[in-house]
């Protein structure tokens, strides 16, 4: 079946530090992949996606490209601010079957100031 | 636009009582799910509608869990009768849920969070 693994937090880094999160999936096909956020005390929140190997999906000073020979969609940042901080999950779809996400068990990033 | 809107927020109760949630997806999105999110871990999928009917209910824990989406809008969660393993944030998202794109979006509501003691 599809699995997604990330890299075990918490991340802690100084403001503008650079930021890496890795995550490496197993799935058969062709999956789109995600980045969703959570954000303290708030729901989950759909960072980037990309469908397509190559693919680079961007937001809000956040990358990720589908590397489909590593099977990876790391997430990178240049410089992190305080308020980034927050638990980030990497999910996939499958492309056939299910619909539903399958996550990855969360990375939580500190930014200290 | 409003979002997916879940009640309610917080729930406590104790084991073997039960416990009723509720979602509103976006208007126009024939696709819902349920995920059940344990602390620490990420969100599992629990019950996957379209439209009114059941796409996939392999994961739900049907002795103690049900779910329904009459009319093919708002849907109700149960668990009856609750264990303690049951404590978790319970999220409700949405989709539009037209044709075989991979890519689509899922929008999640704010979760309701239940303790069982």
């Known amino acids: 079946g599809n699995s997604v693994t990330q890299m075990e937090g918490p991340v802690t880094l100084s403001e503008e530090a650079f930021l890496t999160i890795n995550c490496t999936y197993t799935?058969?096909?062709?999956?789109?992949l995600f980045w969703y956020v959570q954000y303290p005390g708030e729901g989950l929140q759909l960072l980037l996606k990309?469908?397509?190997?190559?693919d680079k999906g961007s937001n809000k000073g956040f990358e990720a490209t589908y590397r489909k020979e590593t099977t990876s969609f790391h997430l990178e940042k240049g410089s992190v601010q305080v308020s980034d901080s927050a638990v980030y999950f990497c999910?996939?779809?499958?492309?056939?079957?299910?619909?539903?996400?399958?996550f990855g068990s969360g990375t939580r990033l500190q930014v200290q100031p | 636009e409003a979002g997916v809107a879940q009640s309610p927020r917080y729930k406590i109760i104790e084991k073997r009582q039960s416990v009723a949630f509720w979602c509103n997806p976006i208007?126009?999105?024939?696709?819902l799910y349920w995920y059940q999110q344990i602390l620490g871990q990420g969100p599992k999928l629990l019950i996957q509608?379209?439209?009114?009917?059941?796409?996939?209910d392999s994961q739900l824990p049907k002795d103690r869990f049900s779910a329904e989406r009459l009319k093919g809008v708002d849907s109700t969660l149960k668990i009856q009768p609750a264990k303690l393993e049951d404590s978790a944030v319970y999220l409700c998202?949405?989709?539009?849920?037209?044709?075989?794109?991979?890519?689509?979006?899922?929008?999640f509501g704010p979760g309701t969070r239940l303790l069982v003691l």
């Open positions: 998202a949405s989709s539009l849920g037209r044709g075989t794109g991979v890519s689509e979006t899922q929008y």
């Open positions: 799935a058969t096909g062709y999956p789109s």
């Open positions: 990309a469908t397509k190997a190559d």
């Open positions: 999910a996939l779809r499958g492309d056939t079957g299910r619909r539903a996400l399958t």
């Open positions: 208007s126009g999105h024939a696709t």
């Open positions: 509608f379209q439209n009114n009917g059941v796409v996939d």
